[in-house]
């Protein structure tokens, strides 16, 4: 099964200032039929569920705002959160979804 | 407008069993994927089960296997998971989810969750 490990546990940022959120799989992500990566990026928020913030490791979901972005390629991706809002402080995940076996990273805080 | 509505959390004593039920509407139910996701008190995501949209294949995480059970009823938009020999480690909140396209397993709805507390 793939494993999903991201990287800071936790962060502190001042607002207005770049996050940067980092997630690592155990194999590619590589989709050989669309050369795309299939990796997704959630925020949650406490007492909600998780909301989808990109897919295809970089397509961002209608509605999310341009100052997330995804990148990487293979087994190595990034979430960038380009100026901190404080409405941003929440825990995001990150999925890969090349398998039947879905997993998750174990999560990162995003704090002011 | 998708909506996902889960039931039948609670309170079950460790080796009892529960079934939780997710309620679907706004889309062509047996056209989806659907899938169980949860979340310990203070911890992670952690997937759970998927179901096909025919209900011929399921797939379930290591830490479920032979003992949760995903189905569902098309005819009633409504998908299962059985718990059984429940252990306190189960204690979470369920969510189900449902992806955007049939083939890709990304997840653009969500429940708001039912609790699920395995405790004597």
């Known amino acids: 099964d793939i494993v999903m490990t991201q990287s800071p546990d936790s962060l502190a940022v001042s607002l207005g200032e770049r996050a940067t959120i980092n997630c690592k799989s155990s194999?590619?992500?590589?989709?050989?039929?669309?050369?795309?990566?299939?990796l997704a990026w959630y925020q949650q928020k406490p007492g909600q569920p998780p909301k989808l913030l990109i897919f295809w490791a970089s397509t961002r979901e209608s509605g999310v705002p341009d100052r997330f972005s995804g990148s990487g390629s293979g087994a190595d991706f990034t979430l960038t959160i380009s100026s901190l809002q404080a409405e941003d402080v929440a825990v995001y995940y990150c999925?890969?979804?090349?398998?039947?076996?879905?997993?998750f990273g174990q999560g990162t805080k995003v704090e002011i | 407008e998708v909506q996902l509505l889960e039931s039948g959390g609670g309170l079950v004593q460790p080796g009892g069993s529960l079934r939780l039920t997710c309620a679907a509407s706004?889309?062509?139910?047996?056209?989806?994927?659907m899938t169980w996701v949860r979340q310990a008190p203070g911890k992670g995501l952690e997937w759970v089960s998927t179901?096909?949209?025919?209900?011929?294949?399921?797939y379930y995480g290591d830490s479920v296997k032979g003992r949760f059970t995903i189905s569902r009823d098309n005819a009633r938009n409504t998908v299962y998971l059985q718990m059984n020999t429940l252990r306190a480690e189960d204690t979470a909140v369920y969510y189900c989810?449902?992806?955007?396209?049939?083939?890709?397993?990304?997840?653009?709805?969500w429940g708001q969750g039912t609790p699920v507390t395995v405790s004597s």
């Open positions: 194999q590619s992500l590589l989709y050989s039929s669309n050369n795309k990566n299939c």
């Open positions: 706004g889309f062509i139910f047996s056209d989806y994927v």
């Open positions: 999925q890969q979804y090349c398998t039947p076996s879905l997993a």
């Open positions: 179901i096909t949209g025919s209900g011929d294949s399921t």
């Open positions: 989810a449902k992806p955007p396209y049939t083939f890709y397993w990304w997840f653009d709805s």
